[in-house]
């Protein structure tokens, strides 16, 4: 399940995948935790995150089923498309 998820690491003590971003700036970290939260209120899937500056951690898990779920990997595939996405628009500029 992880292995589409290369950038993703398996956290065994939380019992979730995790991942760290970091952006120019606190507006570009701030951008991309208010598209992520998008994403997730439309897949009714909500991550654990925490922002310092230009750095955004993120850990996603299923606390209801106690661990990692299809849920969580979807979410994280669809972050890692935005962050793509995010690029490439950068890229245009």
Partial sequence: M???LREWTWDESRGGIARSFKFGDFSE???FMTRVA???EK???HPE???VWNR????LTTHSAGGLT???VDLAKSIDALLAWLALESRGR
Avoid: G, R
């Fill in 38 to 40: 998008m994403l997730a």
């Fill in 70 to 72: 299809a849920k969580d």
């Fill in 49 to 51: 995150w925490s922002n």
């Fill in 29 to 31: 970290a701030f951008a």
């Fill in 56 to 59: 955004v951690d993120i850990l």
């Fill in 2 to 4: 992880l292995a589409q």
């Fill in 43 to 45: 897949a009714d899937h």
